[in-house]
């Protein structure tokens, strides 16, 4: 249950950062830490294998993860 909430997370995450959206401001929305929101993004960056935020909505856009 925990991948399946975690995948969400990140996708949600990636889909805000999309938009324009700050890790603090992403948290607010959410409702979780900003902390949080950084795990989720560094981790997708790592799995996506990509250096910044941008490059990895860009790769998860293209790949089709959201």
Do not use: P, Y
Request: with cysteine.
């Amino acid at each position: 249950m925990a991948d399946v909430q975690e995948v969400v997370l990140s996708e949600q995450c990636l889909r805000w950062i999309e938009q324009g959206k700050s890790s603090w401001e992403i948290g607010v929305i959410l409702n979780v830490s900003e902390n949080t929101v950084n795990f989720h993004v560094k981790n997708a960056m790592r799995k996506l294998e990509t250096t910044s935020r941008t490059q990895c909505v860009v790769k998860a856009r293209r790949l089709g993860l959201i």
